[in-house]
């Protein structure tokens, strides 16, 4: 969901006011990057982790990409215990009028979430490691498909296609998720919550199947023993 874009004011077009406005667009860019992960570091360390936030983004009902799987993963046990996050956590985002948990990935991505979480929770945020949209249908599609349990018979128009999905234990492609995903939020509230839980489970299995979508996540604030230590406990 991006931000909504400000008309650029006119009369920037001295040599020098370019020039400076190019060197703050740069290290607002940077501190964009370094708050999301992106940027290189050590991260936090393996040693003493417990609970990371693992945040898988995909396209909204509105074509916005958002979060739409959050999972907190209590590492210090195997498997994981796992903690199903609400994506419609009502939660604040500085600057914006957005309100959900979901919302927050857009805006700062993993570190987004995890700070919205945190807030919501009064709480320190959680390490964390996210996904992109990209990244979650290949982990999906490489791991054979993902396996939820769908609470309610489901019906979902994306725009192009129709998908019709049966209540019950379902194997989902990576383009049969996104569109579940875009159907959730009509579920009544229980059932929501029964599909959020069964993501969680669907997503650790993935990702256990398919380890190289968090040993190689560039979107995270772990280091690479911590990462690999999260893929070993699912």
């Known amino acids: 969901m991006a931000a909504s874009k400000q008309q650029r004011p006119r009369g920037w077009q001295h040599p020098v006011m370019v020039a400076l406005a190019a060197i703050v667009v740069i ?23 417990t609970r990371v936030l693992i945040v898988a983004a995909s396209p909204d009902e509105n074509g916005d990409v958002v979060g739409q799987i959050i999972v907190l993963a209590d590492v210090t046990e195997k498997p ?27 805006f700062g991505g993993g570190a987004g ?9 009064d709480e320190v945020p959680h390490p964390y490691v996210a996904l992109t949209a ?13 396996t939820v349990a769908l609470p309610a018979d489901m019906s979902v128009f994306d725009g192009t296609d129709l998908f019709t999905f049966e209540r019950g234990e379902q194997t989902l ?3 049969e998720l996104q569109a579940v995903l875009k159907g959730a939020p009509y579920l009544a509230d ?19 199947a398919d380890q190289e979508a968090l040993t190689g996540a560039t979107r995270t604030n ?13």
């Open 134 to 146: 990209e990244e979650l249908a290949g982990a999906v599609d490489a791991a054979g498909g993902i």
């Open 173 to 175: 492609s990576a383009a």
């Open 113 to 121: 979430v995890a700070d919205a979480l945190a807030r919501a929770r």
């Open 190 to 208: 229980a059932d929501r919550e029964r599909l959020d839980a069964s993501l969680a489970q669907g997503l650790a299995a993935v990702l256990a």
């Open 27 to 49: 290290v607002a860019v940077a501190a964009v990057l370094a708050n999301a992960g992106v940027l290189g570091g050590d991260g936090v360390p393996a040693e003493g982790l």
């Open 80 to 106: 994981a215990a796992l903690e199903a996050v609400s994506p419609a956590l009502p939660v604040s985002i500085p600057g914006t009028t957005y309100d959900t948990l979901a919302d927050a990935y857009p």
């Open 222 to 234: 772990l280091s690479s023993d911590a990462l690999l230590r999260v893929a070993a406990s699912l």
